[in-house]
C-alpha cells in the first residue's frame, strides 16, 4: 500500500492542503484502487476484463502496422 502523507504550513488554508491530499492520492493510484475493489469481481471476470483491455491495446496493430489510406499524419494534402 502507497503511503501519502502531506505537510501543512502554518498559516496555509485547509482547502489547498486537502486538495494537494487530493492531488497526490491521484497519482498514487489509490482512488481508482479503491473504486477497483469496492465489490467482489470473480476470477472468470477479472479474466475476461484484463483480456478485453490486451485486445483493445492489440486491436490498433493488427493491420500489420501500417496505416489507412486516408491517414497523412497530420499534414495537409498539398503537402504531397
Known amino acids: 500500500?502507497?503511503?501519502?502523507?502531506?505537510?501543512v504550513d502554518s498559516g496555509e488554508?485547509?482547502?489547498r492542503a486537502l486538495a494537494r491530499f487530493k492531488k497526490m492520492c491521484g497519482k498514487a493510484g489509490i482512488v481508482t484502487e479503491i473504486k477497483k475493489r469496492s465489490f467482489y469481481e470473480k476470477p472468470s471476470e477479472k479474466r475476461r476484463r484484463i483480456e478485453m483491455k490486451r485486445q483493445r491495446k492489440v486491436k490498433p496493430r493488427r493491420m500489420g502496422g501500417e496505416r489507412p489510406q486516408f491517414y497523412n499524419g497530420g499534414r495537409s494534402d498539398s503537402s504531397r
Do not use: I, L, P, T
Not at 500500500?1 to 505537510?7: D, F, K, N
Open 1 to 7: 500500500m502507497v503511503q501519502v502523507e502531506v505537510s
Open 13 to 15: 488554508q485547509f482547502d
